[in-house]
Nanobody, 114 residues
Framework: QVQLVESGGGLVQAGRSLRLSCAAS????????MGWYRQAPGKQRELVAT???????NYANSVKGRFTISRDNAKNTVYLQMNSLKPEDTAVYYC????????WGQGTQVTVSS
């Protein structure tokens, strides 16, 4: 199994930046890809960004050019740098790790005020 712990959420004003971190532990050797998802109140969980073991990245159209996903394999940590935040980015952000199953973190709240 894989355990994921997110950190870095908070309350920021529109236009500012935040960086989320996700530390993985447990059976991490067989993780194929990791990613960030978010869920706003009353909405379905949606993909924000993913990164594979080889470093290939994928982003939702709504965050392209503003968010950057990266990973530090030595620290077993994935980051999400969020710049130019908008009120519509407000959501609970979840880290995910894909093996045969998908594992989820507990989530971290990001609130962007206008």
């Amino acid at each position: 199994q894989v355990q994921l712990v997110e950190s870095g959420g908070g309350l920021v004003q529109a236009g500012r930046s935040l960086r989320l971190s996700c530390a993985a532990s447990g059976s991490i050797f067989s993780i194929n890809a990791m990613g960030w998802y978010r869920q706003a109140p009353g909405k379905q969980r949606e993909l924000v960004a993913t990164i594979t073991n080889s470093g290939s990245t994928n982003y939702a159209n709504s965050v392209k050019g503003r968010f950057t996903i990266s990973r530090d394999n030595a620290k077993n940590t994935v980051y999400l740098q969020m710049n130019s935040l908008k009120p519509e980015d407000t959501a609970v952000y979840y880290c995910a790790a894909d093996q045969i199953l998908r594992y989820w973190g507990q989530g971290t709240q990001v609130t962007v005020s206008s």
